[in-house]
């Protein structure tokens, strides 16, 4: 993991630098030639190696076990979530997120099965890029992150502190780590599967529709779903 925090930092490090060269175009994106290309890189990759391993996990794996799998992540994501729920002192949410981990880590067998859903509790998305927006830290710069995706400078920040308390990520085999970790990024790219050929025909750029998908949602995401208007909302 050290390495690839350094790798991140410097990548971080240059978009930083490199943010004053940018004279035209979306002013939260002042590094846009450097994000397109390595968006280019993440689409190749994608196309090579990624997406037809996705595609060739779907048609291997029915979906019971596919939805197990993903239950599975989501389990070890929601300690991640009870992190941050504590961080922005919502702590009502904390208990719950807390009972949904009890549940179906226990009754739901590693959390193979979602029952805390049936139960009323409700999933939550939280990390610490939230936790810096809710606390008043601006995104930053978009940046374009290598294989990882649409990111921002806070975001990518997060990133770093959330690897931290990721059971995943943490766990001491590291042979099963990256194991699992390869798996569980399998299973996410599948699920994105149908979303392809909607990101196609709706797109005219599909750099740009993908940053601003990811900037709003990220946003509605910090705001619990309620983001205030700004002064940029008004210019548009």
Known sequence: MKISHIALSAFLLASVLLSGCAVNGDRRDPVEPLNRG???FNETVDKALIKPVAQGY???LPQPVRTGVSNFFSNLD???VIFNDLLQFKLTQAVSDFSRVL???TVGVLGLFDVSSSMGLEKHNEDFGQTLGYW???DGPYVMLPIL????LRDALGRVVDWQVDPLVQHYNVAERNTASVVKMEDMR???LKTDKVLDEAAIDPYVFLRDAYL???RALVYDGNPPRTKFDEDE
């Open 190 to 192: 599948a699920r994105l």
């Open 78 to 80: 929601d300690v991640l």
């Open 38 to 40: 390595i968006y280019q």
């Open 149 to 152: 995706g649409p990111s921002s």
């Open 136 to 138: 008043g830290i601006a």
């Open 103 to 105: 549940w179906n880590t």
């Open 58 to 60: 779907n048609e291997v």
């Open 216 to 218: 709003q949602r990220r």
